[in-house]
T-cell receptor
């Protein structure tokens, strides 16, 4: 059974600092997604990573994928308050894309002014 | 361009009752997936519908069933509700695997179901 683990589960950081969220998964997959969820809201897609070594950047967020290590990272640069949210990684084991997603437990990020 | 829409937004039921949740996919999407998100947890895959048939299913009992209509909209039905069914139910839509262009699933705002 595919397991997806994120750490840390909770992260409180000051504005302007850098930090990394880690996502480990237990079986082979070449497709990994990052989503953001604000309290009481739905999931917003951030990144789609489709191959080993893939790196995507959007603003202060950068995601990478190492399929050999079964590891993805979400790096936050110079955090701002707007980035406070819960971040989920999700793995598609089927390799067809957009099929059964297995989500991690989420990382609740709080940015302190 | 309307995104994924779900109804109702909130619902309160009692144990043993039955519930139906509805979802309209994003324009141009033909595949609908349903997820259950308990408080403080990540979403759990329930099942996926394509061409009006259940294509994949997660580890949920038969009390959870669904349907997809010719216009690609979908329903999730849950029978014999239990307290543990209280959760946010999310619908996600996408284009079929052969045409998806490696795009992510788009999620609706969800239906918050509370069981008393």
């Amino acid at each position: 059974e595919l397991k997806v683990e994120q750490n840390p589960l909770f992260l409180s950081m000051q504005e302007g600092k850098n930090y990394t969220i880690y996502c480990n998964y237990s079986t082979t997959s070449d497709r990994l997604y990052w989503y953001r969820q604000d309290p009481g809201k739905s999931l917003e897609s951030l990144f789609v990573l489709l191959s080993n070594g893939a790196v995507k950047q959007e603003g202060r967020l950068m995601a990478s994928l190492d399929t050999k290590a079964r590891l993805s990272t979400l790096h936050i640069t110079a955090a701002v308050h707007d980035l406070s949210a819960t971040y989920f990684c999700a793995v598609d084991r089927t390799n067809f894309g957009n099929e059964k997603l297995t989500f991690g437990t989420g990382t609740r990020l709080t940015i302190i002014p | 361009d309307a995104g994924v829409t779900q109804s109702p937004t909130h619902l309160i039921k009692t144990r043993g009752q039955q519930v139906t949740l509805r979802c309209s996919p994003k324009s141009g999407h033909d595949t609908v997936s349903w997820y259950q998100q308990a408080l403080g947890q990540g979403p759990q895959f329930i099942f996926q519908y394509y061409e009006e048939e259940e294509r994949q299913r997660g580890n949920f009992p038969d009390r959870f069933s669904g349907h997809q209509f010719p216009n690609y909209s979908s329903e999730l039905n849950v029978n014999a509700l239990l307290l543990g069914d209280s959760a946010l139910y999310l619908c996600a839509s996408s284009r079929d695997r052969g045409r998806n262009g490696n795009q992510p699933q788009h999620f609706g705002d969800g239906t918050r179901l509370s069981i008393l």
